[in-house]
């Protein structure tokens, strides 16, 4: 036996190795109609290793549609929803809708068959969709011709055999134009046969159950062949031709033997204990009553375990699709707070750049204005005879006299460099200006507004400001050498008063500078 499945093996390599796609579909056609009714695991091995050697997404697909559908026969739910579905995720990842429709086709009959219909009708409509996709006309009439034959099959479930009749007849319109036209016709007239049969009209039943017989004939023993014989013989019993039942009744059980189709034997054993009422056979009818009851609560079981298991993976996917719901809310919202923050950044940033370049514009305005009136810098006229005695100490020994030649010594001062001197300090420049620092003192206060650090330190920013703006070489300067030359102890102290007197960073003011000039010259 081994050695059989081996050589199987090593001819179905050759056959996919050679690209022999005819030689392929006829290994798959008879694995799944002539192999599987006479030993199903073998049928089983020959579509695993078709599966294993396929060379392309579509080939190994249709390799394990091959065991879904053998599995499903065998009544195995799980491995045939098991092979199904990875089936469905391989053809996904392709453009061959026709194979995609299938799939989707073998599963809505699948859940259809253990009564999970809102899955079933999933997958139903997504067959639909996917069938008006496809461009191949025939191939399109072959999905639309199977999707209204699972149609009629749910209605015959449901008991509503006139209208499953019509989907048929319906389905029937499409399968005439295509190439296999007998092989659809045949699962078409043994379902009409079974939906007149539970009309009681038993004629028409086995007009179209010899028109199945006949048209079967052409290919190989299969479930189906088993099917048309277990309805010839429950119309013979209803015609009480015993002998003519008992015929197909046992070529029934022939074939089924065969196979692992166990609703197809239940309907077998259903039908044999009709023969055996009829017959007053108790003993045989005890018998089939029993390996019945059997088969059944085997179906049930394996029914029950399936859809449990089905809930389960929904459970399951459905909690996955939650979490991924969640993780992708959850994303957007953090990407939206970013965003928003970034675009806030961004604005805060504009509005900044605004107010930068407005204070650039406003320094050299200022700077201008001093230039063309020759005013000092951080200086302004102020009516020395008004002042509130008793403010400060200097005022009640200092006359006004004096406070006006102090004053004017300090414009003098403004106009020099010696405040870039490192060493300057308020006894140093009162000792030049031959007053006390409390005079001095007292005098900056008043007319320059701000104490004498402060005022020496204006003193210096405007004075680099000027080199700036009229000397190109002191803006290639770096800022250690720009902080030594106004007389700071670091470029660290420079940096920080800098922008306490213009609210801008020596190197933002130097950038917008150096862009300013490179306007007005283009």
Request: aromatic share 10%; proline share 1%; hydrophobic share 35%.
């Amino acid at each position: 036996m081994k050695k059989k499945l081996v050589l199987l093996y090593l001819v179905a390599c050759a056959l996919v190795n050679a690209q022999d796609l005819d030689a392929y579909n006829k290994l798959y056609n008879k694995t799944y109609l002539e192999t599987a009714s006479k030993d199903f695991k073998k049928a089983l091995y020959i579509a695993d290793s078709l599966y294993k050697i396929s060379g392309t997404p579509t080939l190994q697909a249709k390799s394990l549609m091959l065991s879904a559908n053998l599995c499903r026969d065998a009544k195995d739910f799980n491995r045939a929803l098991s092979y199904a579905e990875k089936a469905e995720t391989i053809i996904e990842n392709t453009d061959n809708l026709n194979w995609q429709a299938r799939i989707s086709l073998f599963l809505a009959g699948q859940y259809r068959g253990v009564e999970l219909y809102s899955q079933s009708k999933k997958y139903a409509q997504k067959t639909l969709k996917t069938a008006k996709m496809i461009k191949d006309t025939l191939i399109a009439h072959k999905i639309q011709g199977l999707i209204l034959q699972e149609m009629a099959y749910y209605e015959m479930d449901q008991k509503k055999y006139k209208k499953s009749n019509q989907y048929i007849q319906q389905s029937q319109l499409h399968f005439n134009v295509i190439k296999e036209k007998d092989f659809f016709t045949t699962d078409n007239e043994q379902m009409l046969g079974s939906n007149y049969y539970n009309l009681k009209n038993i004629n028409a039943s086995l007009y179209h159950y010899k028109k199945a017989l006949n048209l079967v004939k052409d290919f190989p023993e299969n479930e189906t062949t088993s099917y048309i014989y277990i309805g010839l013989a429950n119309v013979y019993l209803e015609k009480k031709n015993l002998s003519k039942a008992k015929q197909y009744l046992d070529l029934a059980k022939k074939v089924s033997e065969k196979t692992e189709n166990l609703e197809q034997k239940k309907e077998i054993y259903t039908t044999e204990k009709q023969y055996y009422l009829q017959t007053e056979n108790i003993e045989k009818l005890k018998v089939t009553d029993q390996r019945k009851d059997t088969l059944e609560k085997k179906i049930e079981s394996k029914t029950r375990q399936f859809i449990d298991e089905s809930y389960t993976k929904l459970d399951k996917k459905i909690i996955k699709t939650e979490k991924k719901s969640i993780q992708k809310n959850y994303l957007i919202f953090i990407t939206g707070l970013l965003l928003i923050l970034i675009l806030t950044l961004y604005i805060r940033s504009k509005i900044q750049q605004r107010k930068n370049i407005e204070k650039f514009k406003q320094i050299l305005r200022k700077s201008n204005i001093k230039n063309s009136t020759d005013i000092p810098i951080a200086s302004e006229k102020i009516d020395i005879s008004v002042h509130q005695a008793g403010n400060n100490e200097a005022v009640v020994l200092m006359s006004s006299e004096t406070e006006e030649k102090l004053l004017a010594k300090l414009n003098k001062f403004e106009k020099t460099n010696l405040f870039n001197n490192k060493n300057i300090s308020l006894p140093f420049l009162a000792g030049r200006f031959e007053t006390n620092t409390k005079y001095l003192s007292y005098v900056i206060n008043t007319h320059k507004e701000k104490d004498f650090n402060n005022y020496i330190n204006e003193l210096r920013i405007n004075y680099i400001i000027e080199k700036l703006k009229n000397d190109p070489q002191y803006r290639n300067f770096k800022l250690a050498s720009l902080a030594d030359e106004v007389g700071f102890s670091s470029h660290s102290k420079f940096s920080k008063i800098f922008k306490k007197v213009t609210s801008l960073s020596p190197s933002l003011f130097i950038k917008y500078l150096q862009e300013e000039i490179q306007e007005k010259e283009d």
